[in-house]
Structures are given as structure tokens and as C-alpha cells.
């Protein structure tokens, strides 16, 4: 495997050293800044080394030390590949000193088949909104069940809030969550709680501003293809050697520099690659190869159910470690909130069609799509089922919402406590987004901090995405840029003493704990499980390992009364329990008969036969 060469700055035998990418540009100068970040003390000339690059060298600088980067004469500008950008994107970029005094040299990562993931936005999980501040909840993520938290883009975007995928300075945290040496610290800490760490990286575009590379160099961009956001990252054009090394220089950082145990790629449909080989493979085989014999996960989202993604290289895939499969989240949510807006228009919501998603994975597997308009997805079967993550709520779920408004709003609590068990209870790997373990009632709305212009230009464009949703018909879109639009979507941890939510977070422990510990619900294979529609109303799963099979029957809505023909049936967990926030009056397991007032899920343990 190729080394990709240093970029930006770095500390090497007493001094700073420069390396600048600006092709087709003559003249390179280091501009260096005093602590204020305003006043200049000094400027280096680069000397050219070849193939468009240019390097300088600053004995006595060390960690902190400020620059920018003058082009020709024009600038100065950010460094793109600085380490940190403590007076923001637009502000001068610092000198990072990777060293720092780990405590997990015994940490060895989790297990794909073991991972049960928390996704979280730093500055909206506590009220301080910072790496340190995060910290102080890990034991409450370790106790509730989780083994790894996965956080939302955390490299440089402009303001001080945003939800980072607009990010422009990718190897700088940043700095309103307490830049490197704060990520740092988070990582260690999680560690030592058990937790892995995935982050959530974007290299299907950058954001517009703060965004500079276009004066290093245009090569950064193609118009060759085109995404959502634009002409496409270089990667397969004219210079693309070292766009693909930013990308992949920065795979390579988070885990070897910052310990970070995974990455959660944004939208990968988007990255658009014609050479061989694609840079998701690329990107995969580089991040295993910086986690040092640490177990290192690439997961992607992405909207086409195609398995390639996840299928190994050596047989012709991609070889990433997990995918998105939203038909569950599409499944579920068309069945219990009855949306019918956008993509849902191709979900039923059936019986049926929540047990083939928990059959397969997902549901498209070729079929025509309404929505897009032509087919969609391939066959689920060759592939394990923990490389499926599943989801009830996530981040795009609830905050591309015109209000930012959770599941709970929408949905009973008897609704939402059965949506768990079938998420926490089929072999695929589950993914919470914050807060849900207790039926959060605080919104995650969409929020910005760009300049006035920009700022009025993404308001605008977000009430004009919503004026033909029906859903939504009436509804006030709050304004991205309002500050308190970003306060309104802070968890409020409290809630969780009130009784409505205290029964919730009960439930999410207990299925939680029996799915690590139960030998059947251990077993994630293929042809270890098994779901069917036991009517238009009821779904039943059967999980079985070691001796044992655990079985969920799920009463969608109205009544289920069955005989599951086996006395001996033991009942392990009970969704409408009263200490879970149920109402029921007796056990709703008799000598093996059941009697269920759907919506509800009722687990039960029997030998094999």
C-alpha cells in the first residue's frame, strides 16, 4: 500500500514543516500570525518540489503556531488539510501536536456482529456541547447497553452550530466542540468505558463556505459528474491523485491519530468514481490498515440497497463492514405514523412487508421504485445480517422533518415501544439516534450558522422544500439560522426521571441486555431466525441458538390470540409491563396461549426440539 505523503503542517526535528498542493500556481508563501490570530509576524517563501507541490520549513514553530497560505499573491488563505482551526474556517489554521497520552493500549475495538450504536450530534447532547462535556454521559450509554457511540461530522464547518455536514476543513475538529486535543480526550474516555467511537465523514462534497480549495487549485472538483450539491470531487480526473489522498489522508488520521474505531460514510451513492479501484475500496482497506490490529468498521449510507457496498473485494465488492437499510425505518413508519409523503410512497407498511424486512435486510431488491422511477436495490440473501444497520430514528429521520420532530410525537407509546422490540430484536445491527432510549420529546431540527447572505439563502430554500409535503401543510419551517432553533434541539437528560420516559429507558435496557446475553439472540447468522406475518396485524420472530429459541410476536394493532402449542413457554419480556409504561393487567402468557392488545410485543423463551 502506497504511503500517502504529509500534507499542511506538521512537527519534524524542531521545526514546522510545510507541504502545499497549488498546481498551476507559481508563487507560495506561508504567512505566519502572532496569538491573536490578526496581527502577521512573519512569512516563509516556499520552494517548489515538483508536481504542483510546495514546501517550507520554520525552525523554533511548534504546536499552536498560526498561518495561512498566500497564492500568487491573493490570499492568504486556510489551509485545507490543517490540523485545527481555532478562530473558525475562515480564521488562520494551527499546528497540531498529535501526541497525547492515551490509556487504551488494551483496547482492541468491537465486534461488528457486537456493535449496538448510539448516534449523537456533540453540540446538542449536553448543554455545554462539547467533547468534555460528553463525557460525562459515556457511563450512561455503557449501562443502558450501547457498545459504540457514533458521532455526526465533527471537522470544521463555518459558525459555532451546524450539523457539520457542510464541513470544509476536514482534519480539524472543531474547535466550538473543542478541537483536537477535546476529540482526543472523548475517544480515551470512551475507551476506557468500553464504548467504541465511529465518526460520521463526507467526502461526497464539501461545504460552500470556508471553502478554499478552489483557490489551490480547480483540480479538487470535476464537471465531469454532478451531485446534489453540484460538480462532483475529483476523483478519477486530471489531478485526482491528490484529492484521493486528502480523502484517504484523512481516513488514515482519525484512526491512527485520534484512535477513532470506525467511520460512517455520508452518502456514498454521491461519491462518484469511474477508476479502478473505487475509492470506497480504497478507503476501507486503508482504514483496517491505520487501526494498527485494532478491529476498525466502515459503514456507508446509502439509499440503493445495493450489496456490493459490503460484499468483499475478493469477490468483486467494495468490501465495506455495514450499510443503511432504511426499508425498515420506511416499513415501520408507514405502518405506525402513516407517512406517505417522498420516499414512504413506496412502502406499505403490511405485516408482510415489515417480516420480509426483517427477513432479508431490506425490501427493494430490484423491484421498480414509484418513487425514483425505475428499479431499485439488489438481492439481500448473500449478505450476513449484521452488515445491515437498522434504525427506528436517526438524524435525517427526524431533522429533514419540517419541525424536527421525533418518532414519540407521532406515534403512541405503546407504537413506540413495540417499533423497539422489532428493532432490538431481529439479528441486525440497531442503531439509536440520542435520546430515543427514553422517548425524548426535545425536536432535532435543522440548524446553520453561515454568513447573513448564505444564511438567508438556506432559510428560503428549506421553507420552499416543504411547501408540497402534505404532512406539513400549514407548519411554520423554523429558520436554520435562528440561534434558538439550535437550543430547542438540546437533549433535556432530565426527562429521563419523569415516569412516561423512565419506563421507556427500562424497556430499552432490557432488550438491550437480553440481546447481548441470550445465546439465541447472540447468533446473527443466516438461517438462524426466521419472520413471518401471522395476520395483517401481527408479526412473529423467531430467533435460535444453543438449545433455545426466543420468540417475538408483535401485535401491530388490534388483538392476537394465539396457541404457540408449547406449555413450557417462559415469558422474558413484556412490552406493555407496567414498569416499561404499560398498562396491562395480567401476563398475557398462559400454558402457552397468548392474548395480545396490539400495539404490543410480547418475548418468550422455548427449548428446541
Known amino acids: 500500500m502506497k504511503p500517502i505523503p504529509k500534507m499542511g503542517a506538521w512537527i519534524e526535528g524542531g521545526a514546522v514543516r510545510f507541504r502545499v498542493w497549488a498546481p498551476d500556481h507559481d508563487r507560495i508563501e506561508i504567512v505566519l500570525y502572532g496569538k491573536d490570530g490578526k496581527e502577521v509576524a512573519g512569512t516563509l517563501q516556499a520552494t517548489a518540489a515538483g508536481d504542483g507541490y510546495f514546501e517550507a520549513s520554520a525552525p523554533g514553530l511548534g504546536a499552536g503556531a498560526l498561518y495561512k497560505v ?9 489551509d485545507p488539510y490543517a490540523r485545527a482551526q481555532p478562530f473558525g474556517v475562515h480564521g488562520p489554521s494551527a ?9 487504551d493500549a488494551g483496547w482492541k475495538g468491537v465486534a461488528l456482529e457486537d456493535l449496538a450504536i448510539y448516534e449523537l450530534h456533540v453540540g446538542t447532547a449536553t448543554p455545554e456541547g462539547t467533547f468534555d462535556a460528553l463525557i460525562g454521559r459515556l457511563e450512561d450509554l455503557r449501562s443502558l447497553g450501547i457498545t459504540a457511540i457514533e458521532i455526526m461530522p465533527v471537522a470544521s464547518f463555518p ?8 464541513g470544509v476543513d476536514l482534519f480539524a475538529p472543531a474547535a466550538a466542540y473543542g478541537g483536537p486535543a477535546g476529540l482526543r480526550r472523548l475517544v480515551d474516555a470512551a475507551h476506557a468505558a468500553g464504548l467504541a467511537v465511529v465518526l460520521d465523514c463526507v467526502y461526497n462534497h464539501f461545504g460552500p463556505d470556508g471553502n478554499y480549495l478552489r483557490a489551490y487549485t480547480k483540480r479538487y472538483f470535476t464537471d465531469r459528474h454532478k451531485t446534489p ?3 462532483a470531487v475529483n476523483y478519477d480526473g486530471k489531478g485526482a491523485e491528490q484529492v484521493r489522498a486528502l480523502a484517504l489522508g484523512n481516513v488514515e488520521m482519525w484512526i491512527r491519530d485520534y484512535h477513532i474505531d470506525g467511520l460512517r460514510l455520508d452518502a456514498t451513492h454521491a461519491i462518484i468514481d469511474d477508476s479502478e479501484p473505487h475509492l470506497l475500496r480504497e478507503i476501507a482497506e486503508r482504514a483496517r490498515a491505520a487501526g494498527g490490529g485494532r478491529r476498525v468498521v466502515v459503514i456507508a449510507e446509502d439509499s440503493l440497497n445495493d450489496a456490493r457496498l459490503v460484499t468483499p473485494a475478493e469477490q468483486g465488492g467494495y468490501g465495506l463492514d455495514a450499510v443503511w437499510a432504511d426499508d425498515f425505518h420506511h416499513e415501520l413508519r408507514v405502518c405506525f405514523a402513516g407517512d406517505r409523503d417522498g420516499y414512504f410512497e413506496d412502502h406499505r407498511g403490511t405485516a408482510e412487508d415489515i417480516a420480509a424486512a426483517i427477513r432479508k435486510g431490506w425490501v427493494y431488491e430490484g423491484q421498480v421504485s414509484k418513487h425514483m422511477g425505475k428499479p431499485r436495490g439488489t438481492p439481500a440473501e448473500p449478505v450476513p445480517p449484521p452488515r445491515f444497520v437498522h434504525c427506528i430514528q436517526n438524524h435525517d429521520q427526524i431533522g429533514n422533518r419540517a419541525l424536527g420532530d421525533r418518532l414519540g410525537d407521532k406515534v403512541s407509546p405503546a407504537a413506540f415501544r413495540a417499533m423497539t422490540g422489532l428493532l432490538l430484536l431481529t439479528p441486525y445491527t440497531p442503531m439509536l439516534f440520542m435520546g430515543q432510549e427514553w422517548n425524548a420529546r426535545t425536536p432535532f431540527q435543522y440548524f446553520t450558522d453561515h454568513n447573513a447572505e448564505l444564511g438567508r439563502l438556506v432559510t428560503e430554500g428549506r421553507r420552499r422544500e416543504f411547501q408540497y409535503f402534505t404532512s406539513f401543510s400549514g407548519a411554520e419551517v423554523p429558520d436554520p439560522q435562528d440561534p434558538r432553533t439550535f437550543e430547542r434541539s438540546k437533549l433535556d437528560w ?19 441486555a437480553l440481546r447481548a446475553s441470550h445465546p439465541a439472540l447472540q447468533n446473527r447468522a443466516r438461517g438462524s431466525f426466521s419472520a413471518d406475518a401471522l395476520s395483517d396485524d401481527a408479526v412473529r420472530i423467531e430467533r435460535r441458538g444453543e438449545g433455545a429459541a426466543v420468540i417475538a410476536l408483535v401485535a401491530l394493532r388490534g388483538r392476537l390470540a394465539l396457541d404457540l402449542g408449547r406449555p413450557e413457554a417462559r415469558a422474558l419480556a413484556f412490552s406493555e409491563d407496567p414498569r416499561f409504561g404499560g398498562a396491562a393487567q395480567r401476563t398475557p402468557l398462559a400454558r402457552g396461549r397468548v392474548e395480545l392488545e396490539g400495539p404490543a410485543v410480547l418475548v418468550v423463551e422455548v427449548p428446541l426440539l
Not at 70 to 78: C, K, L, N
Not at 159 to 166: K, S, V
Not at 494 to 500: G, I, V
Open 70 to 78: 498566500r497564492i500568487d499573491g491573493e490570499g492568504p488563505y486556510p
Open 95 to 103: 499546528v497540531d501536536d498529535p501526541t497525547f497520552a492515551w490509556t
Open 159 to 166: 459558525g459555532e452550530r451546524g450539523w457539520g455536514y457542510d
Open 229 to 231: 450539491w453540484g460538480d
Open 494 to 512: 432530565s426527562e429521563r426521571q419523569r415516569p412516561e420516559h423512565a419506563g421507556v429507558l427500562a424497556w430499552y435496557r432490557e432488550l438491550l
